[in-house]
């Protein structure tokens, strides 16, 4: 595979482009319920304007995944980014409610365009030695997305209401787009006819669904830590300020391991099956520090749960590139984006279920047995095989 190896700074408007996904999915959904009060207008209203943006990079991202092996992934990059810019654009301009629906479907599916387009030349971009590095830097960008996405939508929201964060949001893409313009064309690859038959055996082969299975369960977890800790902390009796930094810290950590995870496995100091179960434990481990009261659970929970969910997400990404064709990235990557989606939406619906019947810290602990539950198994099935090389 010849693919180019570019500088440094060539791949930052890749970072970039994770970043955008993130901080732009956050900085709306954490104010449209509380500071968007003549858009949304009830909590049906509220939970259709979020479902919209998910529903649609559930539904699209593994086709614009494919579309990038077809094309390349450069053009749907700019395209997604372009798309997403102007999509922000057509609320920033109507300010009505109409509009913010079709806003958030632009922005959805433009987001599940350059999502997996960014994922996919940061894997053709980078020989296999560099990759861990690659995704963790691109890991570290999301995150910092995640982290500041409610914090600096709330200000720009307090001082210039939605239409401003969607300026923001217009300028920040469109800038992104441009930028972009600098990252090399990495084109389509020849490639063999694939049967619907090919792609079900490749998507459900072990090495495809292991990785995918923990980046759904690392997403599931960050999900609920970022939807349910302030939930705890409120219940023992801290303030906003509290709970708020609680989540700032598991973003932080998230943020901090992923760079030097992806280092450790390019330096061969790890391998992404140790990596991977590792940060699995210490994802489970932390929900149930979760489950702990008061000040000192919460916090302990927020550390744990951001360091091995940052541990997962590099290592999941770039076995994933390794164990794929490279005509087949885009599609890969697609369907992987697809799983997280799935875990995002997952994870907070099984807490939510079990707390409402059996209280909150057990909510913690079913996704907690659920994630160690999978390790186990997942640790278990690999001694069987390599006891029995021949089954």
Known sequence: MNEPVVSRRRMWPLYAAGFTTAFGAHAIAANLGGLAPGAVTSLLVLGGLLALYDGAEVLLKPVFGALADRIGARPVLLGG???????SAVYAVADSPGWLWAARLGQGAAASAFSPAASAMVARLNPAARRGRAFGSYGFFKSLGYTFGPLLGGLLVWAGGLRLLFVVLAVLAASVA????????????????????????????????????????ATAALSVGVGFLPVSGRAAGLGPIATGAAVSVLAACAALVQPRAGRALDEGRITTRTGLTVGLAVTAAGLGAAMLPGLAGVLAAAAVIGAGTGLIT????AALAASTPAERIGQTMGAAELGRELGDAGGPLLVAAVASLAGLAYGFGALAILIAAGTALAVARRRITASNPSS
Do not use: E, I, N, S
Not at 178 to 206: E, F, G
């Open 178 to 217: 441009a930028a972009a313009l600098q990252v090399p064309v990495v084109p389509p690859l020849p490639k063999t006819r694939q049967t619907v038959l090919d792609l079900a055996r490749r998507l459900t082969d072990p090495v495809f669904l292991g990785p995918t299975a923990a980046l759904a369960a």
């Open 314 to 317: 590099p290592l999941g990404f």
């Open 81 to 87: 980014l372009v798309a997403f810019a102007l999509a």
